[in-house]
């Protein structure tokens, strides 16, 4: 069964940085895509980085320069560097596996708030 948790988020002033955490059980992220997403009130849920199971990353071209994926091979967990942070970076981030699946259960993600 997979299990995603994801944490870090909180309140940050714009221009400064957080870090997100995503531990994952029953799914090995060096065998998989993954992809952290955000959502916020009235959209639909949009990637915003992948990295491949080979370690390819890609970053939606809104956080290009600001936001870097990454992961911890041993430990299981993926990482999102949120820098230069904006308002319209704001939103609930989730992890999952990328592309992610009409069936896949999301976690309870975290919440991100960028203060202007």
């Known amino acids: 069964q997979v299990r995603l948790v994801e944490s870090g988020g909180g309140l940050v002033q714009a221009g400064g940085s957080l870090r997100l955490s995503c531990v994952g059980s029953?799914?090995?992220?060096?065998?998989?895509?993954m992809g952290w997403y955000r959502q916020t009130a009235g959209k639909e849920r949009e990637v915003v980085a992948t990295?491949?199971?080979?370690?390819?990353?890609d970053v939606a071209d809104s956080v290009k320069g600001r936001f870097i994926i990454s992961r911890d091979n041993i430990k299981n967990i993926l990482y999102l560097q949120m820098n230069s942070t904006k308002p319209e970076d704001a939103g609930v981030y989730y992890c999952?596996?990328?592309?992610?699946?009409?069936?896949?259960?999301w976690g309870q993600g975290t919440q991100v708030t960028v203060s202007s």
């Open positions: 999952a596996p990328w592309p992610s699946s009409a069936f896949f259960s």
């Open positions: 029953g799914i090995l992220f060096t065998l998989n895509s």
């Open positions: 990295i491949s199971s080979g370690g390819a990353t």
